[in-house]
């Protein structure tokens, strides 16, 4: 907070300071009692919060500056634009037909019920790494695979686990996912850097999750039919649209800026779907003003992630008052008797997220809420931003699986049902023993804390790219 140097005072010392976190834990708590937290009324949470803030300060004004300052950091419009664009593309690959393209090809070779869950995994974690979305991936892909492998005689519970597995194996690697974003953002590091550093994490988790789907598709099958049938519902055309991932992450990794590389391979991607015949203008914009119907990947893709990027904007102003307020300061010095070496700095970031994944329910979400203090916990030890940035990524997107009320989650446990693979008494808990990716990215990360493997230290280089990024 350079740009505010008054520390933000309040009625009741540092009692009155903390209401405002107290609000927003508070009523966060309340919407996770009634059933009723989304990224939509988490936006209540922070107004509440923000309101208990003007009222409790001494100075209404400064508190409301604060807010402003904190919401406008470059930080924020970098997320907000790679969010908008990312969406676009995720709803693109998916209209274009690429999910059942992939489908095909993992079935058209005639495949046992057994080995389904293993297929699903590979599916779901391919169309997650390309759009960058774990509920999207859930969405498409369950529908489908879900009722099939069952029909074919895999076991229902470890097909919603290679499910959710592969949704959010995605989830954590993919250059345009929100997680990826918020994580390497928050701690100043470049997309391209984490991503190359985590897919040492990410391959160990998966290969675990492989070897585990490949067990108990095999122990727990219910029968032995081909699935040559399938691969006549769907087709390879789609397949083409691959390429445009594939230029994404290739122009990512030679330096060109993530903003650019969105929106010229969403272009691209628009034109190859259109070439191919797999879209139709009206896939790309529509619009009848008169009835107020609107859609097309570009207003789905963009209004998809307006509620995300209204949260952020929100929390980060709430951020700014805490800052200004001390309050990071004051956690961090309560922790410091805990935090004096590096690794237990870093399991304290580890447990921070998962209570981040509890509180908010999103993995994004917690990334975004504990970003400012993994940040100043790792600059105190000095560890490199890709390290802050993995820790939290892994965690949230790992562990997220196993908190029930998690909309991908409870997507999940919905398409199950409508499917009929489960009854109506199905509860999502029980096929949580099967989240093998989960249980995988939690022990490969604390392994790494534990050991110090991958464990890096900040660079001239990397701090000339972390103070481009948050715009010092």
């Not at 300060?57 to 470059?74: D, N, T, V, Y």
């Not at 994580?183 to 997309?191: D, N, P, R």
């Not at 040492?200 to 699935?227: D, P, W």
């Not at 010095?333 to 004096?340: A, W």
Request: charged share 15%.
């Amino acid at each position: 907070m350079d740009k505010i140097s008054n520390r933000l005072e309040f009625r009741m010392g540092m009692f009155g300071a903390f209401l405002p976190l107290l609000t927003l834990l508070g009523v966060i708590l309340a919407l996770v009692i009634t059933g009723w937290v989304h990224t939509k009324t988490l936006w209540t949470a922070c107004l509440a919060a923000m309101l208990v803030a003007i009222v409790f300060a001494k100075k209404p004004s400064e508190a409301s500056e604060a807010i402003l300052f904190g919401m406008s950091r470059k930080m924020i419009a970098v997320m907000t634009m790679a969010w908008i664009l990312a969406g676009i593309m995720g709803k693109l690959l998916r209209v274009s037909g690429l999910v059942d393209s992939l489908v095909w090809l993992g079935v058209s070779a005639g495949v046992s019920g057994a080995f389904l869950p293993l297929i699903t995994f590979i599916v779901a974690a391919l169309f997650s790494t390309a759009t960058g979305t774990s509920g999207g991936s859930i969405a498409a892909i369950g529908p489908l695979m879900l009722p099939v492998g069952v029909g074919l005689g895999a076991d229902p519970l470890v097909m919603i686990g290679a499910l959710v597995s592969g949704a959010f194996f995605g989830d954590n690697i993919a250059p345009i996912s929100d997680t990826t974003i918020a994580s390497a953002f928050t701690q100043g590091a470049e997309i391209k850097t984490v991503v190359k550093s985590r897919l040492k994490y990410a391959f160990v988790a998966a290969g675990f999750s492989m070897i585990l789907f490949i067990v108990f598709g095999l122990l727990r099958q219910t029968g032995n039919v081909s699935a040559a049938g399938l691969s006549k519902a769907v087709g390879p055309k789609g397949l083409i649209m691959l390429i445009v991932p594939a230029v994404l992450i290739y122009i990512m990794y030679r330096g060109v800026h993530l903003v650019t590389a969105l929106m010229t391979t969403n272009a691209f991607g628009m034109i190859i779907g259109l070439i191919a015949g797999l879209m139709k203008p009206t896939d790309i914009l529509f619009a009848d003003v008169v009835h107020k119907k609107f859609g097309g990947v570009i207003y789905s893709g963009i209004n998809g992630m307006l509620p995300i990027i209204m949260f952020t904007m929100l929390l980060l102003g709430l951020v700014g008052v805490f800052d200004k307020a001390g309050l990071f300061q004051l956690i961090l010095d309560k922790v410091s008797p805990f935090t004096k070496k590096v690794r237990n700095a870093e399991l304290t970031i580890f447990i921070m997220t998962i209570v981040g994944n509890i509180i908010t329910a999103g993995s994004a979400r917690s990334i975004v809420a504990i970003g400012p203090l993994a940040k100043e916990l790792g600059d105190r030890h000095n560890l490199a931003p890709k390290r802050n940035a993995n820790i939290m990524d892994a965690l949230a997107t790992g562990t997220i699986m196993f908190v029930p009320y998690n909309p991908g989650v409870m997507l999940t446990m919905g398409i199950a049902i409508t499917t009929g693979i489960v009854g109506e008494s199905f509860n999502i808990v029980q096929a949580m023993p099967f989240f093998f990716h989960g249980m995988g990215l939690f022990g490969v990360m604390l392994f790494a804390i534990l050991t110090g493997w991958g464990r890096e230290f900040k660079t001239e280089e990397s701090l000339k790219e972390e103070k481009e990024i948050i715009g010092e």
